[in-house]
Antibody
Framework: EVQLVQSGAEVKKSGESLKISCKGS????????IAWVRQMPGKGLEWMGI????????RYSPSFQGQVTLSADRSISTAYLHWNSLKASDTALYYC??????????????WGQGTLVTVSS | DIQMTQSPSTLSASVGDRVTITCRAS??????LAWYQQGAGKAPKLLIYKASTLESGVPSRFSGSGSGTEFTLTISSLQPDDFATYYC?????????FGQGTKVEIK
């Protein structure tokens, strides 16, 4: 069974750094792209970026380029989303999701349960 | 950038109703469109991809149609589990964008 399990909720202050995780199981983690999606309180879904754990090839949405960093550790089948300096506006629910297939145009077929990040000023 | 616009934003319906949600793209996207369901407090779930292909395990009361700039998601007979928010998503080479969502609520 394919599963993406994310790390727990975080409460941080503005200016602090944070790294949240997404652990894949039940499939070949290195062969599928992993995306990150933001959902601000009461709002819709926004694609942030995507990483290929096989070689750490990474692409970012222009809206999030320079604001976050994606990484992956294929030895433990885990992808990460990292902030160097959080802002109150980073308060949101963050999902990781697997792209359906490595090649071609594909939606996201499996999702993590989400990680709530709360940033206070 | 391509923009995706859903209508309506909110839809009130009863169990057993036929429900249709529309998604429009700001330019042609061929059939590169998916639909997701997000229940309250839950992660999104893929329902349909390539505009009309039903994801494995998704009930057949869900169907998708359209190509180019106009797409629809139809639920043929609304069930209690279907009260949720639905998102369309355009996907292409390293670009994914969602519609703003349509909330289906109990009438």
């Amino acid at each position: 069974e394919v599963q993406l399990v994310q790390s727990g909720a975080e409460v941080k202050k503005s200016g602090e750094s944070l790294k949240i995780s997404c652990k894949g199981s039940g499939y070949s983690f290195t062969n599928y792209w992993i995306a990150w999606v933001r959902q601000m309180p009461g709002k819709g879904l926004e694609w942030m970026g995507i990483i290929y754990p096989g070689d750490s090839n990474t692409r970012y949405s222009p809206s999030f380029q320079g604001q976050v960093t994606l990484s992956a550790d294929r030895s433990i089948s885990t992808a990460y989303l990292h902030w160097n300096s959080l802002k109150a506006s980073d308060t949101a629910l963050y999902y990781c999701a697997r792209q359906m297939s490595r090649d071609g145009y594909n939606p996201f077929d499996y999702w993590g349960q989400g990680t709530l990040v709360t940033v206070s000023s | 950038d391509i923009q995706m616009t859903q209508s309506p934003s909110t839809l009130s319906a009863s169990v057993g109703d036929r429900v249709t949600i529309t998604c429009r793209a700001s330019q042609s996207i061929s059939s590169w469109l998916a639909w997701y369901q997000q229940g309250a407090g839950k992660a999104p779930k893929l329902l349909i991809y390539k505009a009309s292909t039903l994801e494995s395990g998704v009930p057949s009361r869900f169907s998708g149609s359209g190509s180019g700039t106009e797409f629809t998601l139809t639920i043929s007979s609304l069930q209690p589990d279907d009260f949720a928010t639905y998102y369309c998503q355009h996907y292409t080479s390293f670009f994914w964008t969602f519609g703003q969502g349509t909330k289906v609520e109990i009438k």
